[in-house]
Each structure stands twice: as C-alpha cells, then as structure tokens.
C-alpha cells in the first residue's frame, strides 16, 4: 500500500497547503473548473483525498482559496497603479482593468461561479474569513487614497465601485464566452452577430459610464497631494505606468 508521508511541523504544513492550492491552480489552467475535484488535486499532489479534506472542509473553500491568491495579486496591481498616477480613475484604470482581467481569466470565470455555487457549500467560518479578506483589501487601496489624493474619498464609496465594477465584470464575461454552438450561429449570420459581446470594449464602455455617474464622479476628480496643475503625467507616461503595472501582474 501507498504511504503519504504526514506534514507534522507548522512550516511543512504550510508548504502542503501552498503546493495543494498549487496544483489546484494548475488543474483549473489545463483543463477548466470542472476538473478540479478533491481527488483530482489530491493525485496532482500525491496525497490520499483525506489529507486534502484536512485542509480545505470542501472542493468550494479550495476554489476560493485559488480565488483569494488572485484577487490579492489583483489588488496590489491596482494599488500601485494608483499610487503612481496623479489623476488614478481616468480612461488609463478601465483600460487595466479590462487587460488585467483578460491576462488572468481564471479570476473571471471564478467569479461567475462566487455567489451561486462557491459560497454555498463553505463554513461559516471560512465564509466570514472570505469577506474579512475582500473588506481588508478594500481598506488597504483606501489607504493608498488617503495618503496621496484629494479630495477625500469614503470607504463606503470605494466598496460601492468593487462590487458594481465586479459585478459588471462578472456580466460581461460570462456573456463573451459564447458557446460552440452559438459561436457557429454567429459565424453563419453576420446580423446575428451584432449580438456578441466584446469584452474589452463593452467592459470599457461600462467603466467610463460608471466613474462619469453622479455616484462616482468624485473618484473621477480627485488629484494626487503633490500634482501640480500645469505639471500632470502625459497619456504617454500614464500608458507606460500602466503596462508596467500590467508586466508586473
């Protein structure tokens, strides 16, 4: 019989659990989300199916683990883009987030799954460690705003542009991925293809409406502390930050 060898220290159980969310990742990039069981993850990592429920209570809280790793690394992106630009919510954010998201489609496609399928089978445990995460994340990019812009924007209102621009992420998405039969349709009928979704120009569409709105129109006008107004970054300097930001993702 097989043995698997127990991680009995802190640190090798760390390492158990960092390879297990690895391995996850791995098996949602090759083959889709479908594939990842906990017995799929559990022959990637060579471990009984056990050891991984030791871990992670079910195939959901794993997913939102992998889902948590990406939006970390998400968040810092968009931090130090932030950080770097005089005028933040400009034409040069929709323009990152359309890409980020396109460099990174297991975010998205995560997404599509969160609220109807991913947090209906976790602990209440894990599901408030879930949301304390987003919130904590959220908080830390105010920070950035507080420290380094003008005029003062609440936290309130930075909650209310994540989940209205990831809300509309999620739509258009999930509406871009056509099918392989409706991706025919298309071919066939020119017309009926004026109903496809283009992702990146939809999505960029619904960014500027968004920050032109009444609700955010704030964010569209806050400046950097130290901004002069006859000194401001070029649309060639801020396209620079943002694909440095973007290589960096």
């Given amino acids: 019989m097989k043995r698997f060898a127990r991680a009995r220290s802190e640190s090798a159980k760390k390492a158990r659990r960092a390879a297990i969310v690895r391995n996850a990742c791995e098996i949602i990039d090759e083959e889709g989300f479908a594939a990842l069981t906990m017995e799929s993850v559990a022959q990637r990592s060579k471990l ?14 794993l997913l939102i683990t992998v889902l948590r790793e990406d939006f970390e690394s998400w968040f810092i992106l968009f931090r130090e ?9 400009s034409s040069d954010f929709a323009q990152l987030w359309v890409e980020s998201v396109q460099r990174q489609p297991r975010l998205p496609t995560a997404l599509t799954y969160l609220h109807v399928q ?14 304390s995460f987003l919130l904590a994340q959220i908080k830390e990019t105010h920070y950035v705003l507080l420290a380094q812009f003008k005029p003062v924007v609440s936290l309130g209102l930075l ?10 992420t999620i739509g258009f998405w ?27 120009m939809h999505m960029g569409i619904a960014i ?9 129109q704030t964010l569209a006008s ?14 060639e300097q801020k396209r620079f930050v943002s694909q440095k930001a973007l290589e960096q993702f």
């Fill in 48 to 61: 009984a199916k056990a050891s991984v429920y030791g871990y992670f209570q079910s195939r959901e809280e």
């Fill in 81 to 89: 883009f932030l950080a770097e630009n005089d005028r933040p919510f």
């Fill in 118 to 131: 991913l947090e209906s089978n976790i602990s209440l445990e894990f599901a408030e460690q879930w949301k």
């Fill in 159 to 168: 909650i209310d542009l994540f989940v209205s621009l990831t809300g509309v």
């Fill in 174 to 200: 999930a509406q871009s991925q056509s099918t392989r039969v409706i991706q025919k349709v298309f071919e066939k009928n020119p017309e009926l293809a004026q109903l496809k979704v283009d992702f990146a």
């Fill in 208 to 216: 500027e409406a968004l920050l032109k709105s009444p609700k955010f």
């Fill in 222 to 235: 806050i400046s950097s502390l130290g901004a002069a107004s006859n000194s401001q970054p070029s649309k």
